[in-house]
């Protein structure tokens, strides 16, 4: 017997941070039930790489769930809701603040109807505060804390006059030698080490001389610059999911040499980033 069987979990979720949360509640045994939109389902389902017919992605964090289809704009769809809510014991959502609550399915109304239902909302600032209403992605919070400069080897990075950069991920195998490669072109030999071996931060007047970021900003500026930097990393999105996409349909039947110089040439077609600096 796994520890979680006999808890029911009405999954509102979607993407990753909470599907991979229920998720592992499954793996324990809890009897997931994962709501999907009609039509297209959960956003992931769509990511390269696929598998049958769906993607990777999804599996990964959607394994061992039951899955049904409700439209929650429907009277019928929030029917159902309520009614899968009288007999959940947890329900997890990641909705943008306040979504639910305007179709009747907030904690107010749903725990007046299972008074025992446990309710998680994952966010991204909050349920109130300045950013509330603002959503959060891993590319927003790169790019409030700094980290997005690294990311994008130098091509875009805004940085807070009195923050600091430091390195002190642990990688292993190729993946470290990439990062250390990547690290190296950015900043140099000697200013990789100083970061990686000596784990010395970097203050932000050291970071632009090195050319880790291309402005430096008041600190009052900074949520702005962000958010700004975000959007346009997002409108960027989709014309990259479906260069990605290509790519694989492309090098399925390459010989290795050859699909090789196709991602590096791929790589290099898809490295606009440098437009974002200006």
């Known amino acids: 017997m796994k520890p979680l069987e006999g808890l029911t979990i009405l999954d509102l979720s979607r993407v990753l941070a909470c599907p991979f949360a229920s998720m592992i509640l499954a793996e324990l045994g809890a009897r997931v039930i994962k709501v999907e939109q ?60 306040g979504t639910l609550g305007r179709y009747g399915l907030d904690y107010a109304a749903l725990s007046s109807l299972n008074p025992g239902l446990i309710y998680v909302s994952c ?50 195998g190729i993946v470290a030698a990439i990062v250390m490669a990547n690290l190296v072109r950015q900043v140099g030999r000697k200013a990789a080490f100083e970061l990686v071996a000596l ?18 900003v008041p600190d009052s500026d900074l949520m702005s610059h962000a958010f700004s930097f975000a959007e346009k990393l997002t409108a960027l999105s989709r014309p990259a999911m479906a260069e990605t996409k290509r790519l694989f349909h492309e090098v399925a039947d390459l010989p290795l040499a050859a699909a090789l110089e196709r991602g590096r040439d791929t790589n290099r077609r898809m490295r606009n980033f440098q437009k974002l600096a200006k």
């Open 38 to 97: 009609p039509g297209s389902g959960d956003e992931t389902r769509g990511f390269e790489p696929q598998l049958a017919k769906d993607s990777a992605y999804y599996f990964a964090c959607n394994r061992s769930k039951e899955s049904i289809t409700v439209d929650l704009r429907s009277d019928e769809g929030r029917r159902t809701i309520r009614e899968l809510a009288c007999k959940a014991d947890v329900l997890l959502e990641n909705f943008p603040v």
């Open 199 to 216: 784990g010395e931060p970097i203050d932000a007047a050291r970071a632009l001389q090195l050319g880790m970021v291309n402005r430096v």
């Open 123 to 172: 966010t991204g600032f909050g349920q109130d505060g300045p950013y509330a209403h603002k959503k959060g992605y891993d590319t927003v919070f790169q790019a409030m804390g700094g980290g997005a400069g690294l990311a994008l080897a130098g091509d875009v990075a805004v940085m807070a006059a009195s923050a600091k950069l430091g390195y002190p991920e642990v990688r292993h």
